[in-house]
């Protein structure tokens, strides 16, 4: 694979001279005015002003940082990256390793714990909801259960207090106790364009407030940046997406067979997410 080739994963290509032009994902057009140039490796786009390299086309399309994008292009292509100097910024890149791993198994955790006797409330209402097991399965709903039951699972996975802290799924209170921050709710892994698990949402099980709470932004979480669904409708058409107001809707559509469907983050769109409706 070369490099260029990857701007074929977002858009439609079509050769013409000694470049390649498609319609630009940057801005609405109907006519292709977005250019690449495969000997110098950029791209450009006559419409919009858009362009840059390999590189800076994936932070832009995907919304995340220099790092980020290289190595997502050297996970797509299969290259093992050297490893970095210790500095801060490798320390930031290790936290968030970790907390996606902290996130990852988490939905895990969750996801089965729904099936156990233990989680019977949660059960009730997802037949209720007249939710299918595929569904379950889709979205890895899962339930959080007592206390601490999350802080043990995971410090017996070998997670430290820093990865686990920094994921926000557990706090630390006044007697230096550490308490789950979701208990006896329905859970809602919330994951990002790549289907990474970077935050969750929890919704009450019987009459108690708030209904809903969400992860607090983190070193993984930008509310502002993140769509709930984005990571299953974007398989669908990135074109066209049908905005509801909660997890709920875009679940339940999501089985009736509406795929396109997304729900913002308890935060007004930003611009980053507006790239992928227009
Ligand atoms: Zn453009």
């Known amino acids: 694979m070369t490099l260029w080739m990857s701007y074929h994963g977002y858009m439609q290509l079509k050769r013409s ?65 050297p490893t970095l100097q210790n500095n801060a910024d490798t320390q930031k890149e290790e936290l968030k390793a970790k907390v996606y791993k902290v996130n990852e198994f988490t939905a ?57 802290l920094e994921s926000g799924l557990v706090n630390r209170n006044d007697n230096g106790e550490y308490i789950d921050r979701y208990r006896n709710r329905l859970m809602f892994p919330i994951c990002d364009v790549r289907g990474r698990v970077i935050a969750f949402g929890g919704r009450v099980l019987d009459d108690s407030k708030p209904k809903y709470i969400n992860s607090p932004e983190n070193v993984v979480y930008s509310k502002g940046r993140n769509l709930f669904g984005l990571n299953v409708a974007k398989k669908v058409d990135l074109k066209k997406l049908l905005i509801v107001e909660g997890y709920m809707d875009v679940i339940s559509l999501h089985q009736r067979g509406i795929k396109n469907v997304v729900a913002p983050l308890g935060t007004a769109l930003t611009r980053t997410t507006r790239i992928f409706i227009t």
Not at 27 to 32: A, M, R
Not at 72 to 79: M, Y
Not at 117 to 142: H, S, W
Not at 146 to 152: A, P, Q, R, S, V
Request: charge should be positive.
């Open 17 to 81: 001279g000694r470049n390649y032009f498609g319609l630009c994902p940057f801005h609405n057009e109907k006519s292709p005015s977005f250019s690449v140039s495969p000997d110098k490796q950029i791209f450009h786009c006559f419409g919009c002003g858009a362009g840059g390299n390999v590189i800076s086309f994936i932070m832009k399309i995907e919304g995340i940082n220099f790092i980020e994008a290289v190595q997502l292009l050297a996970e797509r292509a299969n290259i093992a990256l």
């Open 108 to 164: 895990d955790f969750y996801h089965k714990n729904l099936y156990t006797p233990n989680a019977k409330i949660a059960q009730e209402y997802v037949k209720k909801r007249m939710l299918t097991n595929d569904t379950l399965k889709a979205f890895q709903i899962g339930f959080s259960g007592k206390f601490n039951e999350l802080y043990t699972a995971l410090k017996k996975q070998g997670f430290e207090e820093k990865e686990i």
